[in-house]
């Protein structure tokens, strides 16, 4: 499609951006990540972070010991084996598995399209990834293929029933091995061998490429002081979601009037849509209460400016009750003549370790009903 088109075209330039402190972490995360991984438009997730440090660091947490409940805030990391891993055990379990203390690990982001996954694992330092990888070496970790830059802990791909632990971060939930390596200051986990040194190419990163950097930018004004606690990383796939192609399949065969009526009423659901975008981010944040912010890239600002209007009332029109809250809808310049709609929500409630708004939201998104990103036809 010819959005997809434009969309690589704008991939294959890059461009850097300055940014505030609380954007350090989101940023830092995403230019440890190949731009490459930017070229699939299918995708609708195209990188999922969760901040651990940011979190702690809440109004209400700071200075707490982390308990494992107050992870459940961190949803996007679902499908990341050690964040999954964190949701299905006890902490001190997790930790003796992963070797390393929580409150270690600044960051995760990855992706997760299983049997292929990736995580990464922010350190603070280059020297902390250093110690920490040396360490996995006494959690079941060899060189892999005499590669001493290489770990694994088994065969690749490879389900092993009798390794499976739920607690372990090191291994998928059907105990599968993981490879890793080390990228600067993050530990880079990977399903699959052949990911690694792709991972590490010191290539252009995904927080080079302009569709991201103004989406960054943009972020970092919505934001302000306030902390991303985490974030979804989107492609233009994100606003096909309406079109609900499984409601078509089922249809009986034959059965053209149905057919033909469900396919109109969807088209015309498009066509009260938002402009088409290049991507952007969703992400959770904590402003004065939990929020929502969003930043979508478009090619100019009057399109931008009308799309975070058009945002602003879907929003208010079709999100729960539990997901209202103060509308902000603006817009922001980004990087080589892009622009990005900006659009912020911020609910009541004063609990750090829950965001309903935010939590709302995944939930509908996981259930493939959230239209309010929706693409319009025209």
């Known amino acids: 499609m010819r959005l997809s088109a434009i969309a690589t075209v704008l991939l294959l330039s890059t461009s850097g951006a300055a940014f505030a402190q609380n954007l350090d972490a989101l940023t830092q995360a995403l230019d440890h990540l190949p731009e490459f991984i930017l070229t699939n438009p299918d995708d609708p997730i195209q990188a999922r972070f969760v901040d651990v440090s940011a979190l702690f660091a809440l109004p209400g947490l700071a200075g707490e010991e982390a308990k494992r409940e107050n992870l459940l805030r961190l ?26 203390s929580l409150s270690e690990v600044q960051y995760f982001v990855g992706l997760a399209s299983p049997p292929n996954v990736i995580a990464l694992w922010g350190m603070e330092t280059d020297a902390d990834a250093a110690t920490f990888f040396d360490t996995l070496k006494q959690h079941d970790f060899v060189p892999f293929g005499g590669d001493d830059g290489v770990l694994g802990n088994g065969e690749p791909m490879k389900i092993d029933f009798d390794k499976r632990d739920p607690a372990n971060p090191w291994r998928s939930s059907m105990g599968a091995a993981t490879f890793v390596a080390t990228k600067g200051n993050a530990i880079v ?46 492609s233009p796939a994100f606003g096909m979601g309406g079109f609900d192609l499984a409601d078509l399949v089922s249809l009986q065969p034959g059965n053209l009037d149905e057919l033909r009526s469900k396919l109109e009423s ?49 929003w208010k029109a079709s999100m729960p009750e539990t997901a ?55």
């Open 75 to 100: 949803q996007v990391g679902s499908g990341l084996y050690p964040v999954d891993a964190l949701f299905r055990n006890e902490l001190a379990d997790w930790q003796e598995r992963a070797g390393i």
């Open 189 to 234: 986990q990977a399903s699959s061998p052949a990911a690694v040194p792709v991972l590490l190419n010191d290539g252009p990163s995904v927080a080079d490429n302009p569709i991201v950097a103004t989406a960054l930018k943009g972020l970092d004004q919505s934001v302000g002081d306030g902390w991303i606690v985490q974030a979804m990383l989107i």
């Open 324 to 378: 209202q809250g103060t509308i902000t809808t603006t817009h922001g310049e980004g990087v080589d003549g892009l622009c990005a709609a900006l659009f912020t929500v911020v609910g009541d409630t004063e609990d750090p370790t829950t965001n309903p708004i935010f939590g709302r939201f995944f939930e509908q998104y996981m259930r493939r009903d959230f239209t309010v990103l929706q693409v319009g036809n025209a």
């Open 266 to 314: 969807q088209i015309a659901g498009l066509s009260e849509g938002i402009p088409p975008y290049f991507g952007g981010i969703i992400a959770d944040v904590q402003l004065e209460n939990p929020a929502v912010a969003i930043a979508l890239t478009y090619a100019d600002c009057d399109t931008a400016e009308a799309a975070a209007r058009q945002i602003g009332g879907r």
